[in-house]
């Protein structure tokens, strides 16, 4: 026997206001996570950088810096829950030669954005365990501290939520890092760079720098980033002596709009799956379930109105005989009239 019409719309509009409750909490979830196949190259500028020119063994003033940062992907390594990508960071100067150049290359957990030990993860070639975040925040960012990954100084520092701002047409959260000097490397220069009078010293390198990036906190994508980055070589008192690089290294204008529309791409397809395709379903499924209960009220009414007369109520013709009388003509007359009522 096939299901009653009105009771498939019921059972359909159900379905549909269940999937509507679940889309946000279950679905989306599942599918608002970091793109395995993730490409992205960003441009930052600094202006009069002093640099070290490691042919002449001195510094340089007013350098004009570019640095190059290019994100790609590794879809082969990455799996539903984790992501992997290979980092190239190239700075140049105004000549276009080229001053520092590094790679990275990170796992990450697709959904917090928190790297995660996996698949031949290094730095510069050299195995290496990332923490804390890397290169994008988490999906719904908060109003807090995170620890994020200082690829130079290799290991993870506080980055402090300090503020709302808007940038690029949106709303996003500053936060700000700071790596206090620390040393990351000894190489063997010049005693005279020193103040040595030994031919060859041994130099610390020494790394620090304030970050400051904004993110969009739906997508967690940096749409701004800045770097006060400076390296220095000391020498064995722990004096400053001359410098590496010392310069403020801050995304271009056309980076910023390229990661201001990233973000709000991911706006879009998180909105859909959390707002537009729930309140969608939720909809049309109300409408479903009223309208099969209409279907089955007109049906149920339909019915009633339609039934069979009972036997017991159907009017008679054997009626019960009267006195004789006056009206016995009349009587007469009217018995066959009732009976034709009967029957019709």
Request: with cysteine.
């Amino acid at each position: 026997m096939r299901p009653a019409p009105g009771a498939v719309l019921v059972a359909a509009g159900t379905f549909l206001i269940v999937g509507a409750i679940a889309t946000p909490f279950y679905v989306a979830p599942a599918l608002v996570k970091v793109p395995l196949d993730q490409s992205s190259v960003t441009y930052s500028k600094a202006e009069s950088a002093t640099v070290l020119d490691f042919a002449t063994l001195s510094e340089r003033s007013g350098v004009d810096l570019t640095a190059v940062r290019a994100v790609r992907g590794d879809v082969q390594a990455g799996n539903k829950d984790r992501a992997v990508f290979n980092v190239g960071v190239r700075v140049t100067d105004d000549a276009g030669k080229e001053i520092t150049v590094n790679t990275d290359r990170v796992a990450l957990d697709r959904r917090t954005a928190e790297a995660v030990a996996c698949c031949a993860e290094d730095i510069n070639g050299t195995p290496f365990k990332h923490k804390g975040l890397t290169y994008t925040f988490p999906f719904g960012t908060e109003k807090k501290t995170y620890q994020y990954f200082d690829n130079s100084a290799r290991q993870a520092y506080p980055a402090r939520y300090v503020g709302t701002e808007e940038l690029q047409g949106l709303t996003v959260y500053r936060f700000e890092m700071t790596v206090e000097p620390v040393k990351i490397s000894e190489i063997q220069v010049p005693g005279n760079l020193l103040g040595s009078t030994e031919p060859m010293a041994n130099a610390g390198r020494y790394y620090a720098n304030k970050r400051t990036l904004w993110v969009e906190p739906d997508s967690g994508v940096i749409v701004k980033g800045q770097e006060e980055q400076l390296q220095t070589l000391r020498d064995a008192a722990g004096v400053d002596k001359i410098k590496i690089i010392s310069a403020t290294l801050t995304f271009t204008e056309d980076t910023q709009k390229q990661q201001a529309k990233a973000a709000k791409d991911a706006r879009q397809q998180i909105n859909l799956l959390t707002m537009v395709v729930p309140i969608a379903l939720g909809v049309l499924g109300l409408l479903l379930v009223a309208l099969g209960v209409l279907w089955v009220l007109r049906a149920n009414r339909g019915g009633r109105s339609g039934a069979a007369v009972d036997a017991a109520d159907r009017p008679t013709a054997d009626l019960p005989a009267q006195a004789s009388g006056p009206h016995d003509e009349s009587t007469v007359a009217s018995g066959p009239r009732h009976a034709q009522r009967g029957e019709a």
